[in-house]
């Protein structure tokens, strides 16, 4: 496993490669809001062997570049995203997003579906089903939000998120790690930028050209996700010609961390 950065447009991302390069087709991590590529951590080594696969920050997260002017919506991360796949000469590959994540890896698959082998939306936001309440109370507030000190802004956001894990202790300690890159003035104006850019108006208009995709999809969710509720994992089945749901009995929204093997199964399912 190699971290590195990659300069596009000026801006820099981190991304870390692991698996081993066979035949098969690439695998490429997204993340969501407020998470890192640590999210990843515990799928990666279940995906079969024969893959490269590509885990990433997305810009203003994690160790990747300050989003400063940079659009951080999900169609501009998209983008960077096919931008990376072009500096990483990857042509297709299996695009596995979690939250708003699963929403990049929907508009990669509408709007460069040549570049998706196959999909894989693990507690996904779409349609007009997000961001919480919380997400659009804050959303609605920035001008006073922008003012709040960067410890009480995290803190808030820290209280919002628990409800995604299952597992208190394992929540303080990803918690601790995702937002520590918003903990200092900086990082309180990126932090307020990702929030500004949690709109729907994307995944909105995504929502009725699901039926598009032609990538094998695999949907995958938690049973108790109280962040994006299992009715929209169900309605993004029906929305997706051919798409599998696998419901993670228990589960929460931080699949990816509580529930690897789940995640891991369905895309080895995708790759076979």
Known sequence: MRGEFLDLSGARLYYYAAGTRGAGDPVVFIHGFPTSGHLWNDVVPLVPAGHRIVVLDLLGYGRSDRPLTRPVDVRAHAERVVELLDELRIQRACIVGH??????????????????????????????????????????SLPVTRLLPAGLLTAILRRDLRRGYADPAR???????????FASADGRAALVSHIRALTTDETRELGGQLARIAAPTAIVWGQQDRVIPLWVGKQLQQAIPGATLDIVPGGRHFTPEESPRPVADAIARLLS
Do not use: M, N
Not at 105 to 131: E, K, M, N, T, Y
Not at 171 to 181: F, G, H, K, N, V
């Open 171 to 181: 929540a303080t300690r990803s918690l601790d790690l995702y937002l520590r890159p």
């Open 99 to 140: 939250g708003v994540g699963g929403g990049i890896a929907q508009s990669l698959a509408i709007r460069h579906g040549d570049r998706v082998s196959s999909l894989c939306l693990v507690d996904s936001v779409a349609f007009d089903r997000w961001p919480t309440i919380e997400g659009r109370i804050a959303r609605a």
